[in-house]
C-alpha cells in the first residue's frame, strides 16, 4: 500500500512526507485509510468460495456402490449364496422339536445358535424356539450352539441355566461334543432330535 501526495507521487506507507516534493502526509492519509476500508469487503467474495466445496463434498460419498448390494437382495441372488452354502461345507442337517414337529434347516450352516429371541438385548438366535415351548421350558436366550468342526457336527452347552442334554446325558458348558444323526437334544425340558437325513 502507498500514500500519495496532492502531486500524485507514490510514498511507502505510514510516510510522513512525500518523497519528492517534501509535502506532509498526514493529510493524505485518510484517503488510505479509506482504500483499506473499502478492501474489508473483498473477503465476502471469499465466503462466498468457501460454499462451493460443500456441493463438491455432496457427491463424494461413496453412494454410488450402494445400488449393487441393493440389487444383491434380489430374490434370484439372493438364493444363489443360500445354494452355494451347503457346498461350503457339504454337510445337510436339520433340528426337529419333538412336541410339534417344528423343523429348523441347518444346512450350509457352520455356526447355530439355538435360544429364545429377546428383542430387548437384541438377541436373535439362529433357532429360536421361543414358540415352541422355549420359554417354560427353560431355554436360555442363548443356550446352545451347532457348529462345523473338522466336517462334524459339535453341540456345545453356552453355559446355560437349565443344562443342555445330548442322548441325556448333561454336557459340561463350553465342551464341543460330536452330533451323530437321530441323536436326542434337550435344551431344558425341550427336547428335539438331530437329523442328517
Known amino acids: 500500500m502507498s500514500v500519495r501526495c496532492s502531486l500524485g507521487h507514490d510514498n511507502p506507507d505510514g510516510s510522513a512526507f512525500c518523497d519528492e516534493c517534501g509535502e506532509p502526509l498526514n493529510a493524505a492519509a485518510p484517503a488510505p485509510v479509506a482504500v483499506a476500508t473499502s478492501a474489508p469487503p473483498e473477503p465476502v467474495p471469499v465466503q462466498q468460495v468457501q460454499p462451493e466445496p460443500d456441493p463438491a463434498f ?37 433340528l426337529i422339536v419333538e412336541a410339534d414337529n ?33 420359554e417354560d421350558g427353560g431355554v436360555s436366550r442363548l443356550h446352545a450352539r451347532i457348529f462345523v468342526e473338522n466336517g462334524q457336527y459339535m453341540l456345545e452347552d453356552e453355559n446355560s441355566t437349565n443344562f443342555t442334554f445330548l ?23 425341550v427336547l428335539l432330535r438331530f437329523k442328517t437325513a
Not at 435360544?115 to 421361543?130: C, F, H, N, Q
Open 102 to 134: 417344528q423343523e429348523f434347516d441347518l444346512s450350509g450352516k457352520d455356526n447355530i445358535l439355538i435360544g429364545r429371541e429377546d428383542a430387548v438385548s437384541s438377541i436373535y438366535p439362529d433357532v429360536d424356539l421361543t414358540a415352541h415351548g422355549g
Open 167 to 189: 442322548n441325556r446325558q448333561r454336557l459340561a458348558g463350553k465342551t464341543p461334543t460330536q452330533l451323530h444323526d437321530n441323536d436326542e437334544v434337550r435344551l431344558g425340558r
Open 58 to 94: 455432496a457427491p463424494a460419498p461413496a453412494f454410488v456402490p450402494a445400488p449393487e448390494p441393493v440389487q444383491s437382495f434380489d430374490d434370484p441372488q439372493a438364493a444363489a449364496p443360500v445354494a452355494q452354502s451347503p457346498v461350503h461345507n457339504g454337510l445337510q442337517a436339520r
